[in-house]
């Protein structure tokens, strides 16, 4: 496995895991957790920070407040400390505790609420409490990360070009299905650049995004208790749901060979293995998944056994123990595909021409 190494002009957005040989199929992993914030959510914050100043609505007495599982409160609040606003986070118990204890270093003020709304879960009981805060006082300012039209146009700006431009032959992009922001900004953008690309969207059991029942789901990031007002699936191709549980052993399995990465990750790297199983569909085939964070926010859940066992059973590692992964290695895309169409990924290497996101 080569170290990973970088030049000075090194952009996050040509950083990606090579799992083709592991799992059998073309997949790169696009690495957003090692943005300066820690996941990929830092993009959507800061173009709605940015626009809500363009448009006048942040003054300096302004308080941000916003509803988060986790990363995107992290984002903010980076931004927040650094353009002097205060900020309010509204989170849940399935916020992680490091995710918290960030948030409350930067300055941030974290409001959890303990009680599910009896019809959104506690997205909904979130977002109630966010309105009454507001009600409060006018200095308090939603961003809404769920409506706000800035959070896609985030990815419609920048992660799906910088995709485009590693993989100019690509043929499949996974994006899970939180907000939606991440998945309908790289939808748009290849509709109408690239709309030969299969875009297939990953989502979890218990999530309401698509139309299936509402379920406990206990890893933060991906999944709703309320459809999400950005979402529109006339641009979206297919549609995977994934166990808690899968997404659990995947993520073991993938720290097992060397990579920790958030729940979320697994959750789309084990829906991208899911719908890749079909032979038909593995044949040549150049495909990309979207990774949002990386795993040390999760070391007290997702790769803590007793939390993992209390909740999904004490076998629910035991298939990452019997299926082993064979190797794994990590690229920087070169702008030059192979035969197979996929960049080369036998050396490291970072364009220097490419501006930074």
């Known amino acids: ?18 799992l083709g040989v592991t799992l059998g199929i073309p997949l790169f992993l696009k690495c957003e957790g090692f943005n300066f914030t820690g996941s990929i959510k830092q993009k959507a914050a800061m173009e709605m920070v940015e626009a809500a100043e363009r448009d006048g609505v942040l003054a300096p007495d302004s308080i941000l407040v916003e509803s988060s599982s986790g990363n995107l409160g992290i984002a903010l609040s980076v931004i927040a400390a650094n353009k002097g606003y205060r900020f ?57 990360q769920y409506a706000n039209a800035a959070n896609w146009r985030a990815h419609y700006r920048h992660t799906a070009p910088a995709v485009d431009r590693g993989f100019p032959q690509l043929d499949v992009l996974f994006v899970g299905a939180g907000t939606t922001g991440t998945l309908m900004g790289c939808a748009r953008w290849f509709r109408e650049h690239r709309p030969h690309v299969r875009i297939v969207a990953v989502d979890s059991v218990g999530s309401v995004t698509f139309g299936h029942p509402s379920g406990l789901r206990m890893i933060p990031g991906l ?15 297919d549609v995977v749901i994934v166990p808690e549980a899968e997404t659990v052993r995947t993520c073991h399995q993938l720290a097992a060979a060397g990579f920790v990465f958030g729940g979320s990750t ?15 569909r593995r044949t040549r085939l150049t495909c ?70």
Not at 224 to 234: Q, T, Y
Not at 271 to 277: D, K, N, P
């Open 266 to 280: 697994g959750t789309v790297v084990s829906g991208a293995r899911q719908w890749l199983e079909g032979a038909a």
């Open 88 to 144: 309010v986070c509204i989170t849940d118990p399935r916020c992680t505790l490091a995710a918290q204890r960030i948030m409350s270093v930067l300055g941030t003020t974290v409001h959890t609420v303990t009680e599910p709304d009896r019809d959104g879960g506690f997205l909904a009981a979130r977002i109630n409490h966010v309105r009454a805060l507001c009600a409060t006082d006018h200095r308090y300012v939603w961003l809404n």
């Open 288 to 357: 990309v998944a979207i990774s949002p964070d990386l795993g040390e926010r999760y070391l007290d859940t997702i790769y803590q056994t007793k939390w993992v066992e209390g909740l999904y059973g004490e076998d629910v590692l035991d298939t990452h123990f019997a299926r082993g992964l064979r190797s794994t290695r990590t690229t920087v895309a070169s702008d030059q595909p192979n035969s197979a169409g996929m960049p080369d990924s036998s050396r490291i290497t970072v364009p220097g021409a490419r501006g930074g996101q």
């Open 1 to 18: 496995m080569p170290v990973i190494s970088a030049p000075q002009e090194f952009n996050q957005d040509d950083l990606y895991v090579d």
């Open 223 to 237: 999944g709703s208790g309320v459809r999400p007002p950005l979402l529109d699936e006339e641009f979206i191709d």
